[in-house]
């Protein structure tokens, strides 16, 4: 795997997807640990916490860049409102995200966000005219049903006798809202990328969604205790990597094939609440991951097949000698 220049202002052409497979399974490892680490924050605002999260993911960057003497060139963008609209679509998807969560059970909250994959590959082929072809629209399609299998079984919403509560339709309409903002900031992230360094973009969504949640301070804020305030620094610190991991990723390869891997989220939660939370498999977890599994396998088999056809397309190809040209050689 080629190394990532995280300080980069531009990058060869898209021609490695192994490499952005890689970095997307680790962007999503870090985003699950990430939501386990939010998770444990009790007694403090969402805006406080998405503040704190931003602000703790910046600072070290800014300090270590400063003691680098690479600030002023890391700051450096000729497309400061391209930024901007970045860092309004991430805060729009966390705060979505926020109020599906606490309007619908989460096993719902987190199927209906399992639809983003799909807006992705959608969006990819009609505003960045990607090659979308049967294969990919097949493997998102199989990860969305091992996804279903998993959380199936504790979809009350569709289980339920009761009419769907004012509540509950707005936390559906939260969740959808959430996974299609998030894939159009993934696409608007491919355009980024193309000119912008990993740092670059990094430091500048933290600046402009540290400044504009400081507009959230009268609304309720809390002062956090001292093991809060540690959380929250170990969380923007996680949050540095998932997004440093995201660009280098899309840089790497295009929206539409990583898409399929968002699905792996579920394996790593499943692990994690194993291992941390005593939490057991279902038998449908198993079956649904294994599908997401063998999903992920078809797309990298898939893909070393294509980069192998490519490179023999490269070798010479020498004809062989005709009658007449043999005797010419005698």
Request: glycine share 6%.
């Amino acid at each position: 795997m080629a190394r990532p220049n995280f300080f980069a202002t531009s990058d060869r052409p898209v021609d490695r997807p192994l490499a952005g497979i890689a970095f997307k399974v680790s962007n999503i490892f870090l985003v699950t640990v990430l939501l386990s680490l939010i998770k444990t924050v009790e007694g403090m605002p969402t805006t406080e916490l998405v503040f704190f999260r931003s602000l703790f993911a910046v600072g070290p960057v800014i300090i270590w860049l400063s003691l680098q003497g690479k600030l002023r060139a890391t700051l450096h963008t000729t497309k400061p409102m391209a930024h901007f609209t970045r860092a309004v679509l991430s805060l729009f998807t966390m705060f979505m995200t926020f109020t599906a969560v606490r309007s619908l059970p989460l096993p719902e909250a987190i199927t209906l966000q399992y639809t983003q994959p799909l807006f992705v590959v959608a969006l990819s082929a009609i505003l960045l005219s990607e090659a979308v072809g049967t294969f990919r629209w097949g493997a998102v399609a199989v990860g969305f049903v091992g996804a279903m299998i998993i959380m199936l079984p504790k979809l009350t919403l569709l289980t339920s006798d009761a009419a769907i509560s004012h509540t509950e339709l707005i936390g559906t309409g939260a969740a959808l809202c959430a996974a299609a903002s998030l894939a159009f900031t993934l696409i608007w992230l491919c355009q980024l990328v193309k000119t912008e360094g990993s740092m670059t973009i990094t430091l500048w969504l933290g600046i402009y969604a540290s400044l504009l949640l400081l507009l959230t301070v009268p609304f309720g804020w809390v002062v956090p205790s001292m093991d809060q305030l540690g959380l929250l620094v170990l969380i923007g610190l996680v949050g540095i990597a998932v997004q440093v991991l995201l660009n280098e990723s899309l840089r790497a390869a295009p929206a539409s094939l990583t898409a399929p891997f968002e699905y792996s989220s579920l394996i790593f939660a499943t692990v994690i609440g194993y291992f941390v939370f005593d939490e057991l498999p279902k038998s449908s977890t198993l079956i649904g991951g294994g599908i997401l599994v063998a999903a992920g396998l078809t797309i990298l088999w898939r893909e070393r097949q294509t980069a192998k056809r490519a490179h023999d397309a490269k070798r010479p190809s020498f004809a062989p000698l005709t009658q007449s040209q043999r005797g010419r050689g005698h």
